[in-house]
């Protein structure tokens, strides 16, 4: 079962980017780490980041085909983008919405997801670990299915 994690803007500089905010793991740990937990789930995990909206959109294109569930942190197009959410409506399997911070207690723009219109589940708040978790319960949603 085939699994994809999508990362938005700015993700690629994780483990630089304001750590004290986004944590000191880089997104080449949170693949190899995301991999090694996929084996483990019985998930055939990828990982992808796109820096452009355009790219996002297409990533969820190619994930109909090929993947049954999808595990998203748009970043910053989570409070801006319909497009995105206009993708995801049209894939077919579970959507987990992935914040590394707690979204909710930072500034009010930081409030509202145009994502969580369509996600399963949303996790904010744990770090990192929030990709650890949403394989988990990605895992118990496709077994449940
Ligand atoms: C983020 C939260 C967003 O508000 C921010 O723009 C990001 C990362 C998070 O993982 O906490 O880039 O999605």
Redesign the pocket.
């Known amino acids: 079962t085939r699994i994809h994690i999508l990362n938005?803007?700015?993700?690629n500089l994780l483990g630089k980017r304001e750590p004290e905010?986004?944590g000191a793991r880089t997104l080449a740990d949170i693949e190899a780490d995301s991999i090694a937990l996929g084996r483990d789930l019985g998930l055939d995990v990828a990982l992808f980041q796109s820096n452009h909206e355009g790219g996002i959109v297409d990533q969820i294109h190619d994930a109909r085909e090929v993947a049954a569930g999808i595990i998203i942190?748009?970043?910053?197009y989570?409070?801006t983008s319909i497009a995105i959410l206009d993708a995801l409506n049209m894939f077919d399997g579970p959507v987990i919405e992935?914040?590394?911070?707690q979204?909710h207690k930072?500034e009010t723009f930081?409030h509202h997801s145009y994502v969580s219109l369509r996600a399963d589940a949303v996790i904010?708040g744990c770090g990192t670990h929030?990709y650890t978790l949403a394989l988990h319960h990605m895992a118990q949603l496709l077994n449940d299915a």
């Open positions: 938005g803007p700015n993700l905010i986004y942190n748009p970043a910053a989570t409070h992935v914040h590394i911070s979204v930072r930081r904010a929030g």
